[in-house]
């Protein structure tokens, strides 16, 4: 299966001098939904928004330790891949032409920046485009490095309703490590939330969020302190748990590990849904939690139910639950971290299991 979808990625996709806001590239998952590539989606993990990332010959200028696109990953950039599959180029008249016929199951756009001088304008142009043809709700998942402040206000006047940060990491010191001077990177921890902080009065409440990778050393606790701030901003989190990118800096740095990923999510779905707040949950001398603010019929219940332990992300039609599910984004589908789809029983007995184990 993945040499056959390989083979019709680089048969649909063109040559590589393709570059943006005319072409796109386009996620995996997202191209299966369009029908550009072949293939089928385990346990049905259809995805209800289309992931859009701008591309450039000269590609993505930063140097983040984490990411397959990093100027540092020893490949040409159009042979890259991002999240370990591949992101197939398309122009972007015929991803929206496609999208057209599927409405029915699509809820979103994202279109996600990359460090590159030309970005700014070409997103403002792909929104302008997407919104001039089709009635539906765009995301940008901006890079802050490259923005203005005005920046933030044209977005929104081309017609994005959410704007969003990958901050990724959940404290300055890990960001200063991996996406800043560590790395000879021009991302700056304090920018990026500054942008945020200015986004939030021009997209409104609810509508700003932030990107976090959870397991690159930071304590549970850590990360639920950035998770709170950015709630407290007026954001959510869209939580990913780290899965190692072959070629980049971190490609041997360990999985993030599975209990450690579940009691992050259920927490997170506490504050952002405000049952909760930090200051209510109790942690161990290693930043553990062990206690999570609420009640123990109110904590079975959001166990039971599911839902924190699928993907996290902008909304579409039901507003606690990611339009953008990216399936097995961050996991395999035999070891999964961020369910897609419903959790079955034996889902949530899994679960159940990983949060207990310490």
């Not at 709170?228 to 990118?245: A, C, I, N, P, W």
Request: aromatic share 10%; net charge negative.
């Amino acid at each position: 299966m993945e040499k056959i979808i390989n083979m019709e990625v680089q048969k649909l996709s063109g040559s590589c001098n393709k570059e943006s806001p005319e072409y796109l590239q386009i996620s995996l998952a997202a191209a299966m939904t369009l029908g550009f590539v072949t293939g089928h989606f385990y346990r049905n993990a259809i995805p209800h928004c289309i992931n859009l990332l701008l591309t450039y010959d000269d590609g993505c200028h930063a140097s983040c330790a984490y990411c397959g696109l990093g100027r540092d990953r020893d490949s040409m950039y159009s042979e890259k891949s991002f999240i370990r599959v591949e992101w197939p180029r398309y122009p972007l008249k015929e991803i929206i032409n496609r999208s057209k016929l599927q409405m029915d199951n699509i809820e979103r756009f994202c279109i996600s920046m990359i460090m590159n001088h030309r970005a700014v304008d070409d997103t403002v142009l792909v929104v302008k485009e997407i919104k001039s043809e089709i009635d539906i709700n765009i995301s940008v998942l901006s890079n802050p490095s490259s923005l203005k402040d005005e920046d933030i206000q044209r977005f929104k006047d081309a017609g994005a309703d959410r704007f969003t940060v990958a901050m990724d990491c959940a404290t300055k010191e890990i960001f200063d490590k991996y996406r800043g001077i560590g790395v000879n990177g021009q991302h700056r921890w304090e920018r990026y939330w500054d942008i945020l902080k200015k986004a939030r009065p021009i997209f409104g409440e609810g509508n700003i969020g932030c990107h976090l990778i959870a397991g690159l050393g930071e304590t549970e606790k850590e990360m639920l302190h950035t998770i709170q701030r950015v709630k407290d901003m007026g954001g959510t989190t869209h939580l990913f748990s780290f899965y190692q990118e072959a070629g980049s800096l971190l490609e041997n740095y360990p999985q993030c590990p599975a209990n450690q990923f579940r009691r992050i999510q259920l927490a997170r779905y506490i504050i952002d849904f405000d049952y909760a707040r930090i200051d209510d949950m109790d942690f161990d001398e290693k930043g553990r939690v062990v206690d999570f603010g609420v009640s123990e019929d109110g904590l079975d219940k959001l166990i039971e139910s599911g839902i924190p332990f699928q993907t996290s992300g902008c909304p579409g039609k039901d507003k606690r639950v990611a339009c953008c599910n990216r399936p097995f984004g961050d996991s395999r589908p035999s070891d999964i971290r961020s369910y897609p789809f419903r959790l079955k029983e034996k889902d949530v007995e899994k679960v159940k299991e990983e949060i207990l184990t310490y």
